[in-house]
């Protein structure tokens, strides 16, 4: 890593562009044989994202949670860790911003965003390092444990809003009792919203500044630092790891502590920018889809940026395409799902593509191992 | 029968592009049939691309393969396979779980009516084949509890099953002990007395003069010469290769030994399985003297430096270094605090990142000191300068600092990790099989500068499983046996007769 060429830059560019195009291409067949018009749907789903400022604004608003936790997933992957977790992490982060923003009422907006997010980022690095200790200290798989941890993860979300049974079950302790029956927080209060930077209908904030201001921090932090070096090296070598004197047990744990806090990130901007305020059905399939995004991205920081834009675009559009060309949203999820299955196995798009793997190629996207 | 002057494998003009290398440039080759020919040449010489080229792994570029001169067109190793081509790999491609018979059926089982397999009609064929070249596998064995010797031959079946004429064998002694060198040897000329052509991959000069008929020299890609073991000496052949004159023995002044640098008492550890590898070592080394530890493979040498330089821990005993007491010290306090340098017995797992650059793995355990580390931040600029200087010293022959360390070849793999070892003000140097797969040039240099360290005052570690490394680089000899020290003795006493007997377990006095 660290040097720049510009075959290297194609190279690297060239799996997930082809996998992307395969999953359109494969994605119109798919819509063909249910006897929709794939062209007009491609055509809704652009000016759904661009073909105006509100889709452009929709677009923008997704970008951030994705890029988020892409750079959530990327960074374990550098470390050689598989980050299911996201999810799970992204959920506490949510949690601990949403419980800052309607816990402190006397606060400058100055201090109380900041100390919210931060109370997120908290949430996520703590749910995050749990995965990471384990490891270490008993073996257990990552994989298997932050799987486990998302499910935790999102009953314990929903139990502190539950809004109680009529049988005399007692509410969650975040649960707004004007919502009644409806299991949800109260709002943030203002002072803890992320400030718009255009306001409504737009509801641009300024999360994305944040996220993308993130973007070169990772980028920094894996190529330009030794901590970066230590987590690369373990994730490529662990023997010669340890024979480089790295504290291997720790920096699996950094790594997994790092992810979290991204993930994290991405529940407060999302809570504090978006939704103000926690349900149970928010988040959706975000820490998923950092799944994706940090694949197709090629766990590159900048990669990750452009990877969860395209995604987000996809997101934005759905809604104009179903209602220009009838093609239910749901054909988004089939894309994605189609490139994730591309990106993660760039044998076949190599096969398909005729392409030769060049023999001092270094292998962009990372082995998972199961080995522990 | 066909005509007796085709021969069996003919390579016209083959050349092989990778970006940036050429690999293979216009190389022809014939093997005549019963004829065992040896293809010479220094790691990186192009011998693995042209025998992959041979067996259908890679495409050539250029060129054309002729087997018993029929034009062959080869997509992949099965086309080979249908030529009568067989290939024994340096490593070994059997499952260890499996028995003989099943690995050796593999891609070519054998089917009974009702759809099982026929393991019985597999195993009296291998027992016959054993019978006929003197292979003796027994067929119902596990793979992995087979030395490495027999695993071997089973690759060697593994060919003769599938009714292979012509045997590439890619350095084939490389990971045997002396006596499987010779046992291996009988094989090929059992195999060519039976009609059998081989082609024998190898940079060992004693061994490709004592087997072959005709010995092919690659240099660069080339061939550059052509000659009979009749013909040719060591020193020829090693000028072939090198492309320059070799001096292969080590010139050295007698040892001056000052302080005790490395302390080892009654030291114990256990194996990955959990055996007791290490039973109670104890030894000395001292400023400016090698001290070579001698012995068979698997005899505890592995697990003696792997707690020396703490990447296993020791169950018992102690590890001074420099009078300091770093018995599971961290790897890291070894090497910074103990001033010590390692170079690991397996580069590929230890010593290197095959996916970083060259200028990476020259900082693998100093990136985070100065000038290379400022704070957090990495300094770029001062890690290829550093690079740059130890490729320029240590000829580390690399197309840039920034090429990925997997695609050098192993002797400059090994250069560039000895590089990065040899370069540090250390005070303490543990070698373990520096020499291992690497071509004579880079023999002779990394011998030069154990050498050297030594006699610039560092204590030298040496183990080596080359009982040759051992008697030319070394002041005093210690040999293990069962995680024992079994004996020490001085250079002067050393004589390959009694090291021999020791490395077998006999002590000195003892009758056999």
């Known amino acids: ?372 | 029968m066909s005509n007796t002057n085709v021969p069996a494998l003919e390579v016209k003009h083959i050349t092989k592009k990778f970006p940036g290398v050429i690999a293979n440039d216009d190389v022809n080759l014939a093997l005549n049939k019963g004829e065992i020919l040896a293809l010479l040449g220094e790691n990186g010489a192009g011998k693995s691309t042209l025998m992959n080229i041979i067996y259908g792994l890679y495409k050539p570029t250029e060129g054309e393969i002729y087997v018993n001169g029929q034009k062959a067109e080869m997509h992949n190793p099965k086309d080979a396979i249908a030529l009568g081509i067989g290939m024994v790999h340096q490593h070994f491609q059997l499952v260890p779980v499996m028995t003989v018979a099943e690995n050796i059926m593999l891609g070519a089982e054998s089917v009974k009516k009702n759809g099982l397999l026929d393991i019985k009609k597999v195993a009296q064929e291998i027992t016959e084949l054993s019978h006929r070249y003197h292979l003796d596998v027994n067929p119902y064995a596990k793979v992995e509890d087979l030395p490495v010797g027999v695993q071997q031959r089973v690759e060697i079946i593994k060919a003769l099953y599938r009714e292979a004429e012509i045997l590439i064998l890619d350095e084939p002694t490389a990971v045997l002990t002396p006596q499987e060198i010779e046992g291996l040897f009988e094989i090929m000329k059992r195999l060519q007395a039976q009609g059998k052509s081989i082609i024998f991959i190898s940079h060992k000069l004693k061994e490709v003069l004592y087997i072959s008929d005709r010995i092919v020299v690659l240099r660069n890609g080339k061939v550059v010469g052509e000659t009979t073991p009749a013909e040719a000496t060591q020193e020829k052949l090693a000028a072939m290769m090198v492309g320059r004159e070799v001096i292969l023995t080590v010139e050295k002044k007698p040892a001056q030994p000052g302080e005790v640098v490395l302390e080892v008492k009654d030291l114990k550890a256990r194996s990955d399985l959990g055996e007791s590898a290490l039973r109670g070592v104890s030894f000395k080394v001292r400023e400016g003297e090698i001290l070579g530890v001698a012995g068979v493979q698997g005899n505890g040498q592995t697990e003696l430096v792997e707690v020396i330089t703490s990447l296993r821990k020791a169950d018992g005993g102690q590890v001074l270094i420099n009078g300091q007491d770093m018995t599971n010290a961290s790897p890291r306090a070894i090497t910074q605090k103990g001033q010590s340098s390692h170079v690991p017995e397996d580069r590929h797992a230890y010593g290197m990142v095959s996916t970083y650059p060259v200028a990476d793995n020259l900082v693998l355990n100093t990136y985070n000191l100065p000038p290379f580390a400022k704070g957090v931040t990495i300094n770029r600029p001062a890690i290829i300068q550093h690079a740059e200087e130890l490729i320029e010293k240590f000829d580390v022959r690399t197309p840039s600092p920034l090429t990925r360390a997997g695609s050098l070849s192993g002797g400059n793999q090994q250069k560039m990790v000895v590089a990065r070892e040899f370069s540090r003000p250390i005070k303490l140097l543990i070698a373990a099989q520096p020499t291992r797969g690497i071509d004579v040039g880079s023999i002779e240099f990394i011998h030069n500068q154990i050498v050297a360290k030594r006699d610039e005052g560092v204590a030298v570690l040496l183990v080596s499983s080359e009982l040759d490394e051992i008697m030319s680089l070394s002041d005093r000899i210690a040999v293990m046996y069962k995680g024992e020290i079994i004996d020490i003795v001085p250079r002067a006493e050393a004589t390959r007769e009694n090291i021999g007997l020791l490395m077998a377990g006999v002590k000195r006095g003892e009758k056999i």
């Open chain 1, 1 to 372: 890593m660290g040097n720049f060429s510009l075959r290297r830059l194609f190279r690297s560019l060239l799996i997930p562009l082809l996998a992307v195009f395969s999953a359109l291409i494969v994605g119109a067949i798919i819509m063909w044989l249910a006897g929709d018009n794939p062209v007009a749907a491609y055509k809704g789903l652009f000016q759904g994202a661009f073909g105006s400022a509100r889709g452009w604004a929709t677009t923008i608003r997704k970008w951030s949670p994705l890029l988020l936790t892409g750079l959530s997933v990327a960074i374990a992957f550098q470390a050689g860790l598989f980050n299911i977790g996201a999810s799970g992490q992204f959920m506490m982060g949510t949690i601990f911003s949403v419980w800052v923003g309607i816990n402190f009422t006397d606060m400058p907006a100055i201090i109380h965003v900041p100390l919210a997010i931060s109370a997120g980022i908290l949430g996520g690095l703590l749910w995050g390092a749990v995965p990471g200790i384990l490891k270490v200290t008993t073996g257990a798989h990552e994989v298997i444990t932050t799987i486990m941890l998302n499910y935790i993860a999102a009953l314990f979300a929903g139990w502190t809003v539950y809004a109680g049974g009529s049988q005399g079950q007692k509410p969650g302790p975040l649960w707004d009792p004007a919502a009644k029956a409806i299991s949800q927080t109260p709002p943030v209060v203002d002072s803890a919203r992320i400030p718009f930077i255009f306001g409504p209908p737009y509801r641009v904030h300024w999360g994305i500044a944040l996220a993308i201001i993130t973007i070169f921090v990772m980028a920094w932090l894996i190529y330009k630092t030794t901590i970066g070096f230590e987590l690369r090296t373990v994730g490529q070598n662990f023997k010669a790891s340890k024979y480089a004197g790295i504290r291997v047990g720790w920096t699996i744990i950094l790594a997994m502590m790092l992810a979290g806090a991204l993930a994290g990130m991405a529940g407060a901007i999302e809570t504090l920018g978006v939704n103000f305020k926690f349900a149970p059905e928010f988040g959706g399939s975000v820490g998923f889809d950092g799944i994706t995004v940090a694949l197709l991205g090629q766990t590159n920081p900048f990669g990750v940026g452009l990877a969860a834009f395209f995604m987000a675009s996809l997101a934005a559009g759905g809604a104009k395409m179903q209602f220009d060309s009838g093609v239910s949203s749901d054909i988004i999820q089939v894309i994605n799902a189609l490139m994730l299955a591309f990106v993660a196995a760039p044998a076949i798009i190599r096969y398909i593509y005729r392409i030769r793997k060049a023999p001092e190629e270094a292998e962009t996207t990372p082995k998972i191992s199961w080995g522990g």
